[in-house]
């Protein structure tokens, strides 16, 4: 969004990140989140077996696989959320596997947006309230925060929904509400965790056409996990994770 706060001062060394929007609007042939050699064991399970992974800048990536195969796992830990016991992720110019804690943390908040699967909406908030906090976490006004709000409800189809709390809603409005929140701030990356697992196939329809419309409106590169071929289909590109490893599709190029 042209009016969305400016990006990539997590750390102050995001200036070196390649452009999410090539002149001629395309998906960039650049990596903007490169992962090589991840492994991660929980106990004596071996999640991520040496994972190497490219996401484009704009590009919409789908991660589909067995049930355990290890997709989330992975999307926790290109999103900073996990650390790898091996192996690193690049974003732009940053090395995400040598921050801290604490410097994952604020990455996240300041590049990335994330959808799960379900219980995601503050309860007790309509939703043009949902919408409204990160952007008022941001620092921007009340006033401009809910004009903004209401905009993104109306992109992804919900402002008749506005003042209605989650539970006054369906799934895939719910869910759609979810998708403003995420991108309403404005962020780099959008990682879904299985945006669609809990909806009938109208209303995931639904949410992948404004997650899809409005991603690419505003210039963001989307990592979903799905197991819905369907959903998988309004990706770009669809990589494959089975025991732990990318067996189709991890590498760009
Ligand atoms: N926090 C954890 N503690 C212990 N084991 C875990 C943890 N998280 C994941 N695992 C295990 O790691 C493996 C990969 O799990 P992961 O959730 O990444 O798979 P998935 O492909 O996303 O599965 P699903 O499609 O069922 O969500 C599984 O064997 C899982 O049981």
């Known amino acids: 969004m042209s009016d969305a706060p400016p990006r990539g001062t997590a750390d102050g060394q995001m200036g070196d990140a390649p452009p999410r929007r090539t002149p001629d609007g395309t998906v960039s042939e650049v990596p903007l989140l490169r992962a090589r050699g991840l492994r991660l ?22 991660v589909t696989g067995p049930s355990g195969s290890g997709k989330s796992t992975l999307l926790h830990v290109l999103a900073g959320v996990l650390a790898p016991d091996a192996g690193t992720v690049d974003y732009g110019g940053v ?16 590049e990335f947006g994330f959808v799960f699967q379900y219980g995601q909406l503050l ?13 008022l976490l941001t620092g921007i006004r009340r006033r401009e925060a809910l004009r903004r709000a209401g905009e993104w409800l109306d992109r992804v189809g919900v402002g008749d929904c506005a003042a209605r709390l989650p539970a006054e809603m369906s799934g895939g409005q719910a869910q759609r509400v979810a998708v403003a929140r995420a991108l309403a701030t404005g962020p780099a ?65």
């Open 41 to 62: 064991a929980f106990g004596l399970t071996e999640a991520l077996r040496g994972v190497d992974v490219d996401v484009c800048a704009r590009e919409i990536v789908a």
């Open 95 to 110: 090395r995400v596997t040598d921050l801290d804690e604490e410097g994952r943390s604020r990455l996240r908040l300041a």
């Open 123 to 135: 309860p007790d908030l309509s939703a043009v309230d949902n919408v409204t906090i990160p952007l």
């Open 189 to 253: 990356v959008l990682f879904a965790d299985e945006p669609t697992g809990s909806l009938d196939s109208l209303a995931a329809e639904t949410v992948m056409l404004a997650l899809t419309g409005a991603a690419r409106e505003s210039g963001a590169t989307v990592v979903l996990i799905t197991h819905d071929p369907r959903t998988a289909a309004y990706a770009d590109r669809e990589l494959t994770v089975r025991d732990g490893r990318v067996t189709f599709g991890g590498l760009v190029g």
